[in-house]
């Protein structure tokens, strides 16, 4: 179990150590992946998934500029700048995103069905033309990665011949899996497992299968910790504090994401609660500094060569220029209290609802 007291926590599956770095080659880490998955691991097979890597390499000014679209807080937040505070933000929402897929393919290729693979290799394509280096150029632009390749898995699912697609993006000398299927513009689609007629002759395999046991890659993700107040005013001024810092997992510590009092473990549910109220910090940034009606009717209609003003707008450095002007007292019951909360930054105001309940100390249950 977790212990209170501290922005994160750890499970104990968490505090397995790692035996190797990292792998120097796609179809290496896509057979990590698919062995801790068929073991059931979820821990393990989210340490093989680019959580870190994107979190901390995510460039919204080439996402904007290859799609010529902006999808506001439906995207990750910009890690142009190096902002701790989006890197984050991102690094709790490519857990859910992952911790989503593993669990799917968990539900097709876990320890329940009998699970051969025949081979494991990057496709590249025989006549590769300009358009597919291209491709990968954009891939690598908007991820921050060195490179990347689809790595096709055939394998036999209770003697079911099947092929699995999976992206995998190289960073410094390492590879990692970003995505459950084929690249698609950077859009998550559910993982690509298909049932196949024609299946290659068996293939060596990377690593022996039986050895991949032992093979433990470093944990990459973070689940926030359980801190609550007894003064809720106190609450909601050290959580803005935290927003002004950018320590998000501190801010989002105090938000009501498990009990300590129940049997808990960490799964998709879990990480998709943990992300959506880190999306909720991200759109609370986002809100102040995007602020301006008429400059941002202007970036919609020109994301392309806007893109570059765009992401300087969202500096989260501007957040030492807000002031907490206010808490207002919406409505209070026996255990619970909603706030407005009013802020204000470059001459204007701004005000969001905030919803505390009770359980052994103040935390926050909503924002809106």
């Known amino acids: 179990m977790v212990t209170e007291g501290k922005p994160t926590v750890k499970t104990a599956e968490m505090r397995r150590e790692e035996t190797i770095d990292g792998y120097e080659s796609p179809e290496e880490v896509a057979e990590y992946v698919l062995y801790w998955i068929h073991q059931d691991d979820l821990d393990l097979a989210l340490r093989g998934c680019a ?22 807080t439906d ?29 799917q393919c968990i539900g097709i290729l876990g320890s329940e069905v009998d699970l051969e693979i025949v081979s494991i290799a990057a496709d ?5 033309d300009g358009y597919y280096y291209q491709d990968i150029r954009d891939i690598c632009s908007i991820v921050g990665a060195r490179d990347a390749r689809n790595v096709v898995i055939q394998m036999l699912v209770d003697g079911v011949p099947r092929q699995m697609t999976m992206t995998a993006a190289r960073y410094r000398s ?8 084929a690249y ?7 993982p690509q497992i298909a049932e196949y007629a024609e299946m290659s002759a068996s293939a060596e395999l990377p690593i022996p299968w039986e050895d991949m046991q032992e093979q433990i890659l470093p944990c990459n993700y973070l689940i926030a910790g ?49 992300s959506a109220a880190a999306a909720t ?32 707008l969202l500096d989260t450095s501007n957040m030492v220029y807000t002031s907490l002007t206010g808490l207002q007292v919406l409505e209070e019951g026996d255990n619970y209290i909603k706030y407005q909360v ?27």
């Open 51 to 72: 959580i870190e890597e994107i979190a901390q390499n995510f460039f919204l000014q080439s996402y904007c500029e290859v799609l010529e679209t902006f999808p506001y």
């Open 75 to 103: 995207m990750l937040a910009p890690s142009d700048y190096e902002s701790p505070a989006y890197m984050k933000i991102n690094q709790a929402r490519m857990t859910a995103v992952y911790s989503d897929m593993v669990e």
């Open 124 to 128: 590249i394509p025989e006549n590769a």
């Open 174 to 181: 390492h590879w990692k899996i970003i995505q459950f299927s």
């Open 184 to 190: 698609d513009n950077y859009n998550y689609t559910e």
């Open 226 to 274: 359980n801190e609550s107040e007894e003064d809720p005013e106190k609450l909601i001024r050290k959580w803005f504090v935290y927003l002004q810092r950018g320590d998000i997992w501190k801010a989002l510590s105090y938000c009501d994401l498990y009990s300590m009092d129940e049997e808990w473990y960490p799964d998709s549910v879990f990480f998709s609660k943990q």
């Open 281 to 312: 910090l991200q759109k609370i940034y986002y809100d102040l500094l995007l602020s301006d009606a008429n400059q941002m009717s202007w970036i919609y209609q020109n994301v392309k060569d806007e893109a570059v003003n765009l992401v300087s």
């Open 342 to 368: 009013n802020y204000s930054y470059d001459w204007k105001g701004f005000s969001r609802v905030v919803t505390l309940n009770y359980e052994n100390g103040w935390k926050i249950e909503g924002i809106e």
